[in-house]
């Protein structure tokens, strides 16, 4: 079962290193790493290519102008040649183990369409700071389910033959590309949780996440969240109409409120509890 890592890069030529030392390091030996560079400066793409440089399994694509995360990302996607796929930012790096426990959870279980596990938050030298502790195993097939609050996270993996049977990654996304795929794929069959830490995210001023895009993400979150709504032919949440069209943020987040309520807690508790004795 060939495993595709996917690598979006802009200018992190500097960063990439910890990235690519990470791959060598892993413990599952069939794979290829595709990296997409979105129009970085030649002095950029030409660091990147000095490191991998005489590695087969790195696989180097450029765009012709800068298109952004979406359209790089579902570009790399369309690139990757695994059954299994999964992204890893240029700034951060996997534990050894990461691609090989999902690989197994895949042979594993076969209705599995994506898997994901816990991510270490680390400063901008990979040190460790704290966990992200808010992953743990969702309930599938809840179609009130939005990923809000976040649980899915770092380190994503999915079936790229799975992938292909949605509306695929929306290449209009400046951010919340991510959440737009986890939505989609979690519509077409089981996810689970992986119990590790197998990702260390890297905060740094340079960072997508950190940088002033970070006030618009609540607005692509919504949207995609919205969009969501509309595939899974919503009228009505907990009692509250979804609106025709989208108008803003805390229009779509408002009605998902009762998800962070202590009873709805307990229920969906009960449901993963029951959920994992009879999958």
């Not at 660091?47 to 102008?65: A, L, T, V």
């Not at 890297?202 to 509309?230: C, L, P, W």
Request: charged share 30%; hydrophobic share 35%.
């Amino acid at each position: 079962m060939k495993f595709s890592i996917l690598i979006a890069h802009y200018n992190n030529a500097a960063l990439f290193k910890d990235c690519y030392h990470s791959l060598l390091k892993q413990t599952y030996r069939d794979w290829e790493a595709v990296i997409l560079d979105d129009a970085s400066t030649e002095q950029e793409k030409e660091e990147i290519q000095s490191i991998i440089r005489g590695d087969k399994r790195f696989k180097f694509f450029e765009n012709e102008k800068n298109s952004g995360v979406g359209v790089t990302k579902s570009k790399l996607i369309e690139l990757a040649t695994g059954e299994i796929c999964g992204f890893v930012d240029p700034d951060d790096a996997i534990l050894p183990t990461a691609i090989e426990s999902a690989v197994h959870l895949f042979k594993q279980k076969k209705n599995a369409v994506l898997t994901y596990s816990r991510f270490m938050i680390c400063d901008k030298n990979l040190n460790p700071i704290a966990p992200f502790k808010s992953s743990k195993q969702v309930q599938n097939r809840n179609p009130y389910f939005f990923n809000y609050p976040i649980q899915i996270a770092h380190f994503v993996t999915f079936r790229k033959d799975i992938y292909e049977q949605t509306e695929k990654m929306n290449p209009e996304l400046k951010i919340a590309e991510d959440q737009d795929l986890y939505l989609k794929m979690y519509e077409q069959g089981n996810i689970y949780f992986i119990n590790d830490t197998n990702y260390l995210y890297r905060t740094h001023d340079g960072g997508i996440s950190q940088n002033n895009n970070k006030e618009k993400s609540y607005d692509y979150f919504a949207q995609v969240v919205f969009k969501a709504m509309k595939r899974r032919n919503l009228k009505m949440i907990n009692g509250k109409k979804i609106p025709e069209k989208y108008s803003s943020d805390k229009e779509i987040f408002a009605l998902l409120e009762y998800q962070n309520g202590i009873l709805y807690r307990i229920k969906k508790k009960i449901s993963i509890t029951l959920q994992k004795i009879f999958r």
